[in-house]
């Protein structure tokens, strides 16, 4: 695809994977990236880099997904739309409605509007959390749907509406599966945030890091820029259509991501294991890592940061920004 004067829509774009996203597509010959987000988890401050250029802006009004009038304006004249906007994992555990809501019907609305402008090309975001639990490692993009939580059930469903729209209408769109992210503009403090801000918390608070189980349960971390390429990567691909996983390939223990926090941090704590609760014992995932063949033979996509250089420039930004003083 060719990027060169066209104009982008970045839905969810000033939040923490979208803010990034945002940046790369700076980088490019664009004439235009436009950020559509209700702000209920992104915020302003994280896109004061990207606004100097006279290239991004703001839609005026905000929007959200739901809104289909509003977001039906926002995609007027658009090349490309980008849609990160989602509910996440443990928001949809506790409020299954709003995220049916937000994460299907938002997502029909997305689709939809896509086909009514003409756009070139949607690349939406998709989840690991669709697979489940591995049933063989590292997981391809043809593992069976072993999901079982709300948040993994809202992208098998927008998954399939999204092959239903190329079938019916021949809308391209790149779906992709992102493994487990991390990284600066990941919210560091609230109580739905992700594992790496939370053991950081509790080091720089000088508590005991806590690990539920015993450790032994593996992921892949990938880095937000990295996360982030890849969108761009899958927009300037010439592939029509597909789901990806994006990812390192890289298992990683909860236990060796622990110790390996600990070393970058300096910290002497020990840590402190605890038993999964039943209700989180039922939904345990032991094991998510997913194969990167296909992204990097159709995408081109492949990660740069390894997990130590990853964390240590997320605790770089901690410094910095002074998020490793706060309160928790």
């Known amino acids: 695809m060719e990027l060169k004067d066209s104009k982008i829509l970045v839905i969810g774009g000033a939040g923490f994977i979208g803010s990034f996203v945002v940046s790369e597509l700076l980088k490019e010959p664009v004439a235009e990236v436009v ?44 090349d490309y739309v980008v849609c990160l906007a989602a509910m996440w994992l443990l928001h949809c555990k506790d409020y299954p409605r709003t995220a049916f809501e937000v994460n299907i019907a938002g997502t029909f609305n997305v689709l939809e509007a896509c086909v009514k ?17 591995a049933v063989e490692l590292p997981m391809t993009e043809s593992h069976p749907f072993n999901n079982k939580n709300f948040y993994g059930a809202t992208k098998i469903a927008g998954e399939a509406m999204a092959t239903a729209f190329h079938d019916r209408y021949g809308l391209q769109v790149i779906g992709l599966r ?23 918390n509790k080091i720089e608070s000088n508590e ?41 390939e ?17 910290s002497k704590l020990e840590v ?49 920004t002074g998020v490793d003083k706060a309160k928790v």
């Open 272 to 320: 402190t294991y605890k038993p999964y609760s039943a209700d989180d014992a039922r939904a345990l995932v032991q094991n998510r890592i997913g194969s990167r063949k296909k992204a990097e033979e159709e995408l081109g996509f492949l990660y740069k940061y390894t997990l130590r250089e990853g964390l240590l420039k997320l605790i770089d930004w901690r410094i910095a």
């Open 178 to 200: 992102y493994m487990n992210v991390y990284g600066p503009h990941q919210d560091q403090t609230a109580a739905y945030t992700g594992v790496v801000p939370i053991m950081l």
């Open 250 to 266: 890289v298992q990683t223990s909860i236990r060796e991501l622990c110790n390996l926090i600990l070393e970058l941090k300096n």
């Open 208 to 248: 005991s890091p806590v690990i539920n189980g015993d450790g032994s349960q593996a992921y892949d971390f990938i880095y937000v820029e990295d996360v982030a390429r890849c969108n761009v990567q899958a927009l300037k691909s010439d592939m029509k259509f597909g789901m990806y996983n994006v990812g390192t």
């Open 35 to 78: 950020v559509y987000d209700n702000f209920a988890r992104g915020k302003k401050d994280y896109l004061v880099e990207q606004l100097k250029d006279p290239r991004c802006s703001i839609f005026p009004i905000g929007g959200d997904v739901r809104e289909i009038d509003i977001l039906d304006t926002a995609m007027q004249g658009k």
């Open 117 to 133: 402008h003409k756009i070139k090309k949607l690349i939406w975001s998709s989840s690991a959390s669709v697979y489940g639990d």
